[in-house]
Each structure stands twice: as structure tokens, then as C-alpha cells.
């Protein structure tokens, strides 16, 4: 079955170490995005990707870097320079152009102790 | 800039009330999609509707129904007859219908239906 696979569920992290988030999808879409949710907030975008190649920056980017080496892959990388990294962090997928909406994974769930 | 407004926190009913869910948008584009998404405790976002911008017939689909409204920005979701199973947090979300297709998302409501 397609879909979009995101690892691991849970991550621990002390304060100060790089930690990437991994997201794959076997859906074919063009597009991938990820997006920061913090309890009673909705969810905010970090980065979307087109293109292979080539990614932007979304709304709160800051402290966070991404990669699209690949179609099916689109890592997160939490740096030391976000200042709150602990959160819900979801990966979407969508086929560009269509308005059908996103596919979504099932979340990494980030604590920085 | 795009913006969806949830302005229900929390709602909470008992079991077999009728609820509404509200959702109110900004956007200067003339087309753009409107989606519902329900958010479980396992956190995986479940989709439940699209609706186009110049598609403003109510949609009906058992017991959820959808009434957009274009000309308050509205794009309210009811369920009737309430069933524990609808527990959940629900997200009203806006995109653009070209380009990236970003989501803009609402704060969410959580809703709980009580037995």
C-alpha cells in the first residue's frame, strides 16, 4: 500500500545535539512538507520541497534544515539552534497541481530533555 | 496572507447531540481549496473533505455534513448524532490552488463526546 512512513514514533534528544527526522513516501508526489503542531496549536510549516533538488523555507524554518535528494525522501534535521524543539512533527506528501490535499504520516513525537 | 480562524477551543457534548464545528477564513485569492482533517490521539491527520472555492453546495456524508458559506468565509462542519468514536481533535485548513499548495491551518477544536 502507498503511503509515508515517518521514523521513529518517539525520539529523545538532550539539549544541544542535531537530531533528524526521517520521512519516505512510495505515492510518486512531487511535493513534501513538514510541519511543526505544539499542544493546542494548529500545525505550522517548516519546510516544503517541490522538487527534487530544491526546498523553501515555510513559516517558522528557523533552527531546522531539510534535504531532497531524492523524490521518495524528505529528512528533517532539528539543529541546536531551535530553541524549542520539543513537538508533534508531521510529514505530508501531495501530488502538485491536483488541490486533492495532503497524504500525511503518523507523526515523530520530539522530547528534548 | 491566508488565514483559518477555529475559534472553538474545546467543545464537549454528550453522546447523540447534534455538534457544529466552526471555521472562518481569509484569503485574497479568488480560488483556493478548504479541507476538514480529524486528528485521533494516535496524532495521524485524517482526511475528511475538500471543498473547491466555487463549489458552494453543502456536502452530506453520513452523519458529518459541511456548510460553506463564501460570502461570511465560512466552512462550518456538523456531525449529528454524536458518537464516542468522533472524539478528536478537528483542523479547518486552507490552500492555495496552485503553486505549493501550502496548508494553512486553524488551531483546531478538540472535540469529546461524552457516553
Known amino acids: 500500500d502507498g503511503g509515508i512512513t515517518q521514523s521513529p514514533k518517539y525520539l529523545f534528544r538532550k539539549e544541544g545535539q542535531n537530531v533528524t527526522l526521517s520521512c519516505e513516501q512510495n505515492?510518486?508526489?512531487?511535493?513534501m512538507y513538514w510541519y511543526r503542531q505544539d499542544p493546542g496549536q494548529g500545525l505550522r510549516l517548516i519546510y516544503y520541497s517541490q522538487i527534487v533538488n530544491d526546498f523553501q523555507k515555510g513559516d517558522i524554518a528557523e533552527g531546522y534544515s531539510v534535504s531532497r535528494e531524492k523524490k521518495e525522501s524528505f529528512p528533517l534535521t532539528v539543529t541546536s539552534a531551535q530553541k524549542n524543539p520539543t513537538a508533534f512533527y508531521l510529514c505530508?506528501?501531495?501530488?502538485?497541481?491536483?488541490?486533492?490535499?495532503?497524504?500525511f504520516g503518523s507523526g515523530t513525537r520530539l522530547t528534548v530533555v | 496572507a491566508q488565514k483559518v480562524t477555529q475559534a472553538q477551543t474545546e467543545i464537549s457534548v454528550v453522546e447523540k447531540e447534534d455538534v457544529t464545528l466552526d471555521c472562518v477564513y481569509e484569503t485574497r485569492d479568488t480560488t483556493y481549496y478548504l479541507f476538514w482533517y480529524k486528528q485521533p490521539p494516535s496524532g495521524e491527520l485524517v482526511f475528511l473533505i475538500r471543498?473547491?472555492?466555487?463549489?458552494?453546495q453543502n456536502e452530506i456524508s453520513g452523519r458529518y455534513s459541511w456548510n460553506f458559506q463564501k460570502s461570511t468565509s465560512s466552512f462550518n462542519f456538523t456531525i449529528t448524532a454524536s458518537q464516542v468514536v468522533d472524539s478528536a481533535v478537528y483542523f479547518c485548513a486552507l490552500s492555495e490552488a496552485g503553486g505549493a499548495q501550502k496548508l494553512v491551518f486553524g488551531q483546531g477544536t478538540r472535540l469529546t463526546i461524552n457516553p
Open positions: 471543498r473547491n472555492s466555487f463549489d458552494e
Open positions: 505515492l510518486n508526489h512531487d511535493a
Open positions: 505530508a506528501s501531495s501530488s502538485s497541481g491536483t488541490g486533492y490535499g495532503y497524504t
